[in-house]
């Protein structure tokens, strides 16, 4: 699975420590979710695209293999 | 089903006595306490630190969550300034190891209980050969046969995991999901450690040792305890293999990925 969570940030123009505090995760949790070494929970992906106030598909996408 | 019988209070007022009920487990079980005071007191000391524990247990296991609770909230966990008491325990621990060491301070414990040998049923005397009947039968009539149990307490082996157990069982000052599955990967790398620990000593320590002392009329042995590593070491091995994982997992392994980005 990838997403577009830096791509984002940079638009909204957030650091990973900011948006970390406003789902309430440690900024570690939005690290290693951005370089791809962690899947997010429903709920988590769910907060993460509330903030950005995208639906959760155009930030988190399938890929091939998945 | 939720069980809210108390009200929120009682989980704090569970989490103070929890400190307390350690505290004097600790100070009975490192042997302090018999510095000060006479033995009737330290056994008051029990009563008081056991029934102070099952009232912590009782009071969190059964007390509303204060508001907030997130979904991946465990039960289990403790509230994030535990980890700190947790450090506090170790270094006094440290300390009594150093002064143990030193022989400052020495204190051990062994509970012995005592059996009396039952007489040996006639179908197990027919099997004996004529030596072993003759001796047998020689300490029949005259002599007393005991069989000692006995438990060995070795006072930092069991107070050494109060401090771990606190830093284990502990929350992060962030609590979320990704914490979450890093404890369960450091508790499945620390049971296959577990595993691999007890094969090895299966295999390769002693559990009994037997000395045998024999001479021209007389044959005698006696056991003594092996030097493989009894649960109460395993159990802190263990834990300290977790609580590495995890701060590896948690402050080492970051530090990495930032420096290689740069």
């Not at chain 1, 791809?36 to 293999?65: C, H, Q, W």
């Not at chain 2, 000391?45 to 099952?54: D, G, M």
């Not at chain 2, 438990?151 to 999901?177: H, Q, R, T, Y």
């Not at chain 2, 701060?247 to 392994?253: G, N, V």
Request: aromatic share 14%; hydrophobic share 45%; charged share 20%.
């Amino acid at each position: 699975m990838k997403n577009s969570i830096r791509v984002e940030r940079a638009i909204k123009n957030i650091t990973q420590a900011e948006l970390a505090e406003l789902i309430g995760v440690s900024r570690q949790t939005i690290n290693t979710i951005e370089s791809n070494r962690y899947v997010p929970s429903t709920v988590l992906a769910l907060k993460i695209a509330r903030v950005f106030g995208k639906n959760v598909e155009e930030i988190f996408m399938l890929e091939e293999d998945d | 089903m939720k069980t809210n019988l108390l009200p929120a209070y009682f989980k704090k007022l569970g989490y103070i006595s929890l400190i307390v009920a350690v505290s004097a487990y600790f100070l009975i079980t490192s042997g302090l306490l018999y510095y000060f005071v006479s033995p009737k007191t330290v056994f008051y000391f029990k009563q008081f630190s056991l029934y102070t524990f099952l009232f912590s247990l009782f009071s969190i296991g059964f007390s509303a969550d204060p508001k907030g609770q997130s979904l991946t909230g465990n039960k289990l966990l403790l509230p994030h300034y535990f980890k700190i008491i947790g450090y506090i325990f170790l270094v006094i621990t440290l300390i009594l190891c150093i002064l143990i060491k030193t022989k400052r301070f020495n204190w051990h414990q062994s509970v012995t209980t005592t059996f009396i040998v039952p007489n040996v049923p006639d179908e197990y005397q027919a099997e004996m050969s004529d030596r072993q009947k003759k001796s047998f039968l020689k300490i029949e009539d005259r002599e007393k046969v005991e069989v000692q149990s006995t438990v060995i307490i070795n006072s930092i082996s069991l107070i050494l995991p109060i401090g771990l157990l606190f830093i284990a069982f502990s929350k992060e000052k962030i609590e979320d999901e990704l914490i979450t599955s890093y404890r369960a990967q450091s508790l499945q790398l620390a049971i296959l450690l577990l595993f691999f620990l007890i094969l090895y000593q299966k295999l390769n320590v002693p559990e009994v040792e037997t000395v045998i002392v024999s001479g021209d009329k007389n044959f005698g042995y006696f056991d003594l305890p092996g030097r493989a590593w009894k649960a109460d070491v395993l159990i802190n091995v263990i834990l300290i293999f977790g609580i590495l994982k995890m701060e590896y997992m948690l402050r080492i392994k970051p530090f990495f990925n930032k420096t290689e980005k740069a």
